[in-house]
Structure formats: structure tokens, C-alpha cells
């Protein structure tokens, strides 16, 4: 079964900053979805991006940006001029095109922006 | 935002109580989930519906069924409630199997 660590369980950056989340994937298969979801407080569950494992160009959105590196199996995510509304737990997470309904989730990291 | 209800948002129940919790759409999408999440796990998916009536398991299905009776509504149902199942539950859908899962608000289920 694929697995997603997520290694840094909390960080922090102060409001402004860039800050960089780690996440790495197991798996065997070659075409599959990657991933990240913000729950702020409030705990809902928000798509922040999403790449998909066959294009080599990283995906961004607006302040957010990813850095895939599918050889090492390494999904980062970036996030520049930090706001104090990114503080939030960030979920990485994995989906593979043949079962594309099981889609399994890292532990997280608890982000939090400092002013 | 997609028009998921998840109801209750809290419950507290006791042990060896059967407990439904209800996941309600309007996007009128095929696919419906129920996760839960606990602290150090992230999220792990319990049950999915591919449609009306067709349902299947996930990573961690056991002591809960599910139903889908009609495209909008996915329930789900611990027959008898264990403190080991005390989570947060979370219902997501999505329209196609290799869309973007959206998610409700969760619901938080204590078994004391």
C-alpha cells in the first residue's frame, strides 16, 4: 500500500517569510495525484494544490507552489509571503490513477505564521 | 464551496450504542467518502460509494457499515460504539474518481 510521511510535525515562520513542508511517498505505480490540504482551525478541509505525476512543470497557485521531484518521491510544498491566515495544519496526500478512490494521507504538519 | 452537510457536528454517546452519522450533497456527484482522522494518522478512509447502492470498503472499514440510498445522501453507521472509534469524522465527494475530493465539516463523535 502506498504511504505519505510528512517528517516535520510542526514549524513555524514569521508573517512574510517563505516557509518550504517536506513530504515523501511510497509507491510503485507510475501515474497517480499528489495532493496538499489545508485545515485551519475552523477544521475544514481546503484543496491548496494538486499536481499530477505525469507532468514534469510544478503546479502553483497564486502564493502556493509545489516542488516535485518524482524520482526521489518527494512532493514539497512552498508557500512565499506567509499570512497569519496560512497558520494551519497542512495534509499531504497521494492518489493513485488505477484506484482512484483510495486516497491515503500523511500525519501532517501544524504550521504556524508569526507576526 | 461544494454543498456538503455533515450531521450531527457533535455527538457524545456511550459505549454499545449504535450511532449514524449523515453526510448530505447538492452537487449531485457520483463519488462519496467517509474518513476519519485522528491525531499522528491524518485522515484514513473508512467506507466510499461509487453510486446509488454500490459501496466498498476502506483501510479501516471494521465497525462500520455504510448505505446510499439516494445520490445525495451517504450514512454511516456504527452498530455498536467503541471508545477506540471516538474521531472526527470527515464525508468528502467528488465527481469523478480522479477529481479532487471535496470536503464537509466534520463531525465530532465522542464514545465515553
Known amino acids: 500500500a502506498q504511504t505519505v510521511t510528512q517528517s516535520q510535525p510542526e514549524m513555524s515562520v514569521q508573517e512574510a517569510e517563505t516557509v518550504t513542508l517536506s513530504c515523501t511517498y511510497d509507491?510503485?505505480?507510475?501515474?497517480?495525484?499528489l495532493f496538499w490540504y489545508k485545515q485551519p482551525p475552523s477544521r475544514q478541509m481546503i484543496l491548496v494544490i494538486r499536481?499530477?505525476?505525469?507532468?514534469?512543470q510544478n503546479a502553483t497557485e497564486n502564493r502556493f507552489s509545489v516542488n516535485f521531484q518524482k524520482a526521489a518521491k518527494s512532493f514539497s510544498l512552498k508557500i512565499s509571503d506567509s499570512q497569519l491566515g496560512d497558520t494551519a495544519m497542512y495534509f499531504c496526500?497521494?492518489?493513485?490513477?488505477?484506484?482512484?478512490?483510495?486516497?491515503?494521507f500523511g500525519a501532517g504538519t501544524r504550521l504556524t505564521v508569526k507576526p | 464551496d461544494a454543498g456538503i452537510t455533515q450531521s450531527p457536528r457533535h455527538k457524545v454517546t456511550e459505549t454499545g450504542t449504535p450511532v449514524t452519522l449523515r453526510c448530505h450533497q447538492t452537487?449531485?456527484?457520483?463519488?462519496m467518502y467517509w474518513y476519519r482522522q485522528d491525531p499522528g494518522h491524518g485522515l484514513r478512509l473508512i467506507h466510499y460509494?461509487?453510486?446509488?447502492?454500490?459501496?466498498d470498503k476502506g483501510e479501516v472499514s471494521d465497525g462500520y457499515s455504510v448505505s446510499r440510498s439516494k445520490t445525495e445522501d451517504f450514512l454511516l453507521t456504527l452498530e455498536s460504539a467503541t471508545s477506540s472509534q471516538t474521531s472526527v469524522y470527515f464525508c468528502?465527494?467528488?465527481?469523478?474518481?480522479?477529481?479532487?475530493?471535496?470536503f464537509g465539516d466534520g463531525t465530532r463523535l465522542s464514545i465515553l
Open positions: 460509494s461509487y453510486g446509488v447502492k454500490d459501496t
Open positions: 499536481q499530477e505525476a505525469y507532468k514534469q
Open positions: 468528502a465527494i467528488s465527481g469523478w474518481g480522479d477529481q479532487p475530493q471535496h
Open positions: 509507491t510503485s505505480e507510475s501515474n497517480y495525484y
Open positions: 452537487e449531485n456527484h457520483r463519488y
Open positions: 496526500a497521494f492518489m493513485s490513477r488505477n484506484n482512484n478512490n483510495d486516497m491515503r
